[in-house]
């Protein structure tokens, strides 16, 4: 038998049913080493590696003891120098010297194991790819799962193919009822035919992007921006479309806010700034070049700097910007510079606003132009306390003026006194040359008045040709005589208006404080007691007040 | 799906003691075909595939379920289920399914009365010092990469089938039989599940009567590891079969069925006594 064994062309032995050699060729002896006789009723197993022993008994024997044959199964044989060969086995189940014999006939199978590892490889890759693929479906399926927007594929038909969860959730279903649903049946008849121009378009091969109110599931509706892309086949046929749909609700509303907050910041009249933290202004709205003069470009980039107007000192800033920092905010008025120089009063208030980390990263500063106002009431002011035609204090603000200076006395030593004036001869002028002549000599008496006393007196008109003069702490009675003579020579002057001459006299009354009255309407009714008495002393003279003087008048 | 279309299950026999026999990996229910004939009188005889092996039904097939052996011990539940099997059942696996049934009677120990377990391993890995399985992990993959390569007949079997070939052509039908028939997708999880599976720390848990059939030369189950199974399994009883390889119930089964038989002699109650014949 061995003889026979050693005819075939190759590894060859026999074994009995339990894998114990019976009888080895010299192919196999010269694979594996040894000796007939080291060999026989040893198990084959031993020239086997780990792997091969298990194939043998989990796949080869099976299949040997009920088949008995096996062809052509790939092992691998340790050889006499510790390599792994692989070979092709064969083995048939046969008799010999008596017993079940099985014959195996080994294939060193370098050159066909090349070709199916070749095999083998093309199936890894295969098993490689079909898990790729199915990964990145299921990875393509988490990314859109994760997207807030609705991903669909509709077919032609307009059936459902693909819903991410957004989708499907929108909706209210689940996943796998998605599909096959048509989207008229999703949408319903109302928001189906309001869109469905686009889709149509969509499944026309036209890319759509277009915005729609679209219902939920949940009930209420939502504003969308929906993109419809074509699906177009190797043919260009149109064969579905891709729909993206995004909720922009808050968008939405959000832009209608800014639009808003824009148009706000474009069309009013009130000038705002913006600033960063670090004051550069980044933006300014018409109505601030409006104010300032500085067209925007010539604003931003710059700093509040370009309108400081120098009439606040560095403390009234440093007051502002600790209001800022500590309220967030500060109100008040402002003198600034206008680009052509001139100066003007806003109301501006300066608000901050913080980053989420709490960090000033802006401040706003929205103001009004109040110069106008601020004029406006300073002349009202000036009207109620002067006497519109001279221009003079009035009768208020010299009882004003009376009452401080009386104040006054208490605390220091002080000489105040109270020179009553009425003019003489001026119903004639009136009479003779007509109220405006008659106006203007009052003008005139008024500047003449006031070149005659200091900037400390007060020259005040109570009305007709009456004025008074306050004389704030003269020196005494004698430099107070002497003014009221320099008054009658100056006032005695003859005037020319308007080509004519005009005379007036003025008559005189002196009151002093306290001999002659304590209060302010003490004073004045004292001054006009000597007025009078002056008058009739004989007219354009003056006249000390003394307590006589009132029993005369009088009576 | 029905279980006994979905495991292939076949019953032979109306009368006696259910015999439930399990393959192993690599092979299916025709592996026992030498040995039910001498108990065709004495028992009811229940064979089975599990899902991806022999007949069964491919597309039940579930890798998340499988590559457990608690995928396979489910099957075995099944089919004891769907036959109204709930006691008194004696356990016939081989190999793989010996493991296999020991779960399963840890999870239903009334189910079982004995088990009788031909060339176990609880574990095919060596973890030195205290334990010898027989194989480094490396080996283990080898084996996965040998399975590759032999399962392109698989490949071929496809093809012929798609070129229209008869079920009755002698070439498909004995290919339909043997592992190249197997997915070697199936096949490979079948043999991760198998081979990487540790199950030492359950064999203490195990109370039902076990007899193992140990081979003398066993490449894949050893020696050391029948005696290792006998020291850690209450109950049992070691009975070493004078051969060689790891299929003793197809290569010499009257052995297998004269031990078997002389270990259902023994009446149940004595089983207690741990026994070495």
């Known amino acids: 038998m061995n003889n026979l064994l050693n005819q075939l062309p190759c590894p060859a032995l026999i074994t009995n049913a339990s894998g114990n050699v019976l009888a080895v060729n010299t192919d196999l002896l010269t694979l594996i080493g040894g000796t007939t006789e080291q060999w026989l009723e040893k198990p084959m197993e031993l020239f086997f590696p780990p792997a091969s022993r298990i194939f043998l008994q989990t796949h080869v024997w099976p299949m040997l003891y009920r088949e008995e044959s096996v062809h052509e199964i790939y092992l691998k044989i340790s050889n006499a120098q510790g390599l792994r060969i692989p070979v092709m086995v064969n083995c048939q189940k046969g008799h010999f010297k008596s017993v079940d014999g099985y014959f195996w006939v080994f294939f060193v199978a370098l050159e066909r194991s090349k070709f199916e590892s070749e095999l083998l490889e093309a199936r890894k890759r295969a098993e490689v ?222 608000t901050i606003i913080r980053s989420s980390a709490d960090e000033p990263i802006r401040y706003v500063s929205v103001f009004n132009d109040i110069t106008e106002f601020w004029q406006k009431d300073e002349r009202m002011r000036h009207l109620a306390f002067h006497d519109s035609l001279t221009n003079l204090p009035n009768r208020t603000l010299l009882i004003e003026r009376l009452g401080q200076l009386i104040a006054m006395t208490e605390r220091t030593q002080r000489n105040v006194t109270l020179m009553f004036l009425d003019l003489d001869g001026f119903k004639a002028v009136n009479d003779n040359l007509g109220h405006d002549i008659g106006d203007e000599l009052l003008q005139i008496v008024a500047q003449k008045l006031l070149e005659q006393v200091r900037l400390a007196d007060t020259v005040a008109r109570l009305g007709g040709d009456e004025f008074v003069i306050l004389l704030d702490n003269p020196a005494n009675k004698e430099e107070v005589a002497r003014i009221a003579a320099r008054i009658i020579a100056t006032v005695n002057i003859p005037m020319n208006i308007g080509g004519k001459s005009a005379s007036v006299g003025v008559s005189i009354g002196i009151a002093m404080h306290p001999t002659d009255g304590h209060t302010t309407a003490q004073l004045i009714k004292s001054a006009d007691t000597a007025m009078y008495a002056a008058k009739e002393a004989g007219k354009n003279t003056y006249r000390f007040f003394n307590p006589t003087m009132t029993a005369k008048i009088k009576a | 799906m029905n279980i006994l279309e979905r495991n292939n299950v076949h019953v032979q026999g109306k009368d006696g003691a259910v015999l439930l026999y399990a393959h192993g990996f690599g092979c299916n229910q025709n592996m026992w075909r030498k040995v039910t004939p001498a108990f065709s009188t004495t028992h009811q005889q229940v064979l089975f595939d599990y899902v991806g092996s022999g007949k069964s039904d491919i597309a039940s097939f579930d890798t998340q379920r499988y590559s457990s052996l608690q995928g396979y011990v489910q099957d075995l539940l099944d089919v004891c289920d769907a036959l109204n099997l709930s006691s008194g059942v004696t356990f016939v696996g081989h190999s793989v399914s010996c493991s296999i049934g020991l779960l399963a009677s840890i999870t239903r120990p009334k189910l079982f009365d004995r088990l009788v377990l031909i060339g176990p391993s609880p574990c095919f890995l060596n973890d030195p010092p205290d334990y010898l399985g027989g194989f480094e992990r490396e080996d283990l993959e080898d084996l996965l990469s040998l399975m590759d390569q032999n399962y392109i007949g698989w490949a071929n079997y496809l093809a012929s089938a798609a070129a229209g070939e008869t079920p009755e052509n002698t070439l498909s039908a004995e290919l339909s039989d043997s592992f190249c028939s197997t997915d070697p997708l199936v096949a490979k999880v079948f043999a991760k599940t198998t081979f990487f599976s540790d199950n030492r720390n359950e064999l203490p848990q195990v109370s039902c009567p076990s007899l193992i059939l140990q081979h003398r030369h066993d490449a894949l189950a050893p020696m050391v590891v029948g005696e290792y199974m006998h020291q850690h399994l209450k109950n049992s009883t070691l009975n070493v079969l004078d051969i060689a390889g790891h299929c003793g119930h197809m290569s010499h089964p009257a052995l297998v069925i004269e031990a078997m038989r002389a270990y259902f002699n023994i009446p149940l109650h004595q089983h207690r006594d741990t026994a070495r014949i």
């Not at chain 1, 808050?250 to 009249?269: D, G, M, N, Q």
């Open chain 1, 129 to 350: 790819s079909a898990t790729a693929l199915s990964e990145r479906e299921s990875f393509v399926k988490n990314i859109t799962d994760a997207m807030p927007g609705l991903v669909s594929y509709w077919d032609h038909d307009l059936r459902c193919r693909f819903a991410n969860k957004a989708y499907w959730a929108w909706y209210g279903k689940q996943p796998d009822t998605m599909i096959g649903h048509t989207l008229l049946e999703l949408m319903g008849e109302h928001f189906y035919s309001r869109n469905e121009a686009h889709i149509r378009s969509a499944l026309a091969g036209k890319m759509q992007t277009f915005e729609a109110t679209l219902n939920k599931a949940e009930g209420g509706i939502c504003f969308t921006l929906t993109n419809c892309i074509p699906d177009v086949d190797a043919q260009g046929m149109v064969i579905g479309c891709f729909v993206l749909v995004s909720d922009v609700s808050h968008i939405k509303s959000a832009e209608r806010e800014l639009r808003l907050a824009a148009s706000v910041f474009e069309s009013t009249i009130e000038g705002i700034m913006v600033t960063d933290a670090q004051g550069i202004i980044l933006s300014v709205n018409p109505a601030f070049s409006e104010i300032t003069g500085y067209p925007a470009e010539e604003a931003i980039g710059h700093t509040p700097h370009i309108l400081k107007s120098n009439r606040h000192d560095p403390a009234f800033y440093a007051a502002v910007w600790q209001d800022v920092a500590s309220k967030g905010r500060w109100e008040g008025e402002t003198w600034n510079r206008r680009k052509n120089g001139e100066v003007y009063l806003e109301w501006q208030s300066i």
